[in-house]
């Protein structure tokens, strides 16, 4: 078993608030994971870790490892910059720039990369857009603004920003959480395509989408991490009264 | 937190239970009616089996109902996905009931080939692991799960015995008693197959309540 992500006695704090409380857990590479829990359990939180996104927030202080790679992610002396390349981040609500489909897509590369040939660019806007399936829709209308496409697209869009930059690990916050069922369908089958390639984490409220999506499921509650399994044990057998109570509907 | 669907899923348990009444009845009745040599009480088993069958279909209905409309998850999704391998079980008894009552009315004019003292024994186990069976489902008791498991090799002994006197002291001996014995080996083998069904049950409820499948892992029951 190939661990991506480990996380070693994980301790978060927002000044005084204990948001996440000792996790000990290991993300394994090319799987889908989910990670769900009622609101404020710390599901966001611990998403935002994986690269660093906590850091923006005052008053964070952080407790334990985070090895990515073998590398603990919380050293002082990471870069940053090259962190969030390696582990990406998609948001609830799809946010292309104010720019072209195009432009949007060859975004990382340009800030990254130095004199890259718009041959290579071109090369990388038709890989990425086919691996998130805009390719044939999209060939055309490179130069068009990403704002006009539909929601779905936009949220592809996203993630085809992100693969640009090849990142291991893609972090999924609610990626659905906006779109009708038939472009969550879809959206659901590109995360199958891209676990081949990536380590998908997924952040979701939605527990049928967890169930459906993914390889593994973590519950959290109250900051803890109360249950990690595969997601069929978790869904069928979870062996846990919290977690039992919580996908049952029993909770609260 | 009562949750409207524990409203629903407790009708489904109360129409199981119901299925169970019904289909123990109708293995009553049936040996009662092969006992007492009485062709009507044969016949109402034959007739009441629409009903059963009936019934099957709305609780399979129910369940697919709950599975659509709730998503089940978890122990719920357990006992709705038992609660439809229980009801086919139960139909099955019921038909298996229906073919007493047939062997029966093969019987019941032809003159008496023994006195019935297995089958009644063997009746009674059947009912009381069917019974059990249902009980555990009912209460999530493994405990008495175990004890139906435990009682199908009884029922597989008496099944044994009768078939060898049957065979060995009636149809050896005299072959024109070939045509009664034969429909009394066949009620001893169906009520044998009412005790398969009473011990698939069982394994079903452990599964229920405790996510384990002991079905074909015997070790598991250890």
């Not at chain 1, 923006?56 to 962190?83: F, M, P």
């Not at chain 1, 993630?159 to 906006?178: G, K, N, Q, W, Y």
């Not at chain 1, 057998?237 to 049952?248: G, N, V």
């Amino acid at each position: 078993m190939s661990f991506k992500i480990i996380t070693k006695n994980l301790n978060l704090w927002y000044g005084g608030f204990h948001a996440l409380k000792n996790i000990n857990s290991g993300f394994e590479a090319n799987r889908i994971t989910a990670i769900i829990g009622p609101s404020g359990c710390g599901k966001s939180t611990m998403l935002r870790v994986f690269n660093r996104m906590n850091d923006l927030i005052d008053g964070v202080r952080t407790q334990g490892e985070v090895l990515i790679d073998r590398v603990n992610i919380l050293d002082s002396g990471v870069d940053l910059v090259a962190l969030r390349k390696k582990v990406g981040m998609v948001f609830q609500r799809p946010n292309p720039f104010p720019l072209s489909i195009y432009e949007n897509i060859i975004f990382g590369e340009k800030i990254h990369g130095e004199h890259i040939i718009r041959d290579k660019l071109d090369e990388i806007v038709e890989k990425s857009l086919k691996d998130v399936l805009l390719w044939d829709e999209l060939k055309d209308k490179l130069n068009e603004p990403a704002l006009r496409l539909s929601l779905e697209q936009k949220q592809r869009l996203c993630i085809a920003r992100l693969i640009a930059i090849r990142p291991d690990v893609l972090l999924m916050d609610e990626p659905c959480s906006t779109l009708d069922p038939q472009a969550t369908a879809r959206v659901e089958e590109l995360m199958r395509e891209l676990k081949n390639k990536y380590t998908i984490i997924i952040v979701t409220h939605n527990m049928q989408q967890a169930a459906r999506v993914s390889d593994d499921t973590g519950f959290m509650l109250l900051g803890e991490l109360v249950e990690f399994g595969r997601t069929d044990q978790v869904f069928k057998a979870p062996l846990d009264q919290r977690t039992e109570d919580y996908i049952t509907g029993r909770y609260g | 937190m009562e949750r409207h669907v524990d409203q629903e899923l407790k009708e489904l348990k109360e129409d199981i239970l119901k299925m169970g009444a019904l289909a123990e009845e109708a293995i009553f009745k049936s040996v009662e009616a092969l006992k007492n040599r009485d062709r009507e009480m044969a016949k109402s088993v034959i007739d009441h089996d629409v009903a059963i069958d009936k019934l099957e279909l709305d609780v399979d209905e129910k369940c697919i109902d709950l599975i659509a409309r709730y998503q089940p998850m978890a122990r719920d999704l357990r006992f709705i996905t038992t609660g439809m391998k229980i009801n086919a079980e139960l139909e099955r008894i019921a038909d298996i009931a229906v073919d007493i009552a047939q062997r029966t009315l093969e019987l019941v004019d032809k003159p008496i080939l023994k006195p019935l003292i297995d089958i009644p024994k063997l009746t009674t186990i059947a009912q009381n692991m069917v019974k059990m069976s249902i009980d555990a489902f009912v209460k999530g008791d493994i405990l008495l799960a175990k004890k139906v498991l435990l009682s199908d090799s009884e029922a597989n002994q008496f099944r044994d015995v009768i078939q060898r006197e049957l065979i060995e002291d009636y149809m050896v001996k005299d072959a024109s008693t070939a045509p009664r014995a034969v429909q009394l080996l066949l009620i001893a083998r169906f009520l044998e197959r009412i005790c398969d069904h009473a011990t698939n049950i069982a394994e079903d409820v452990i599964y229920m309540v405790q996510a384990e499948v002991v079905r074909h892992h015997p070790e598991k029951l250890k």
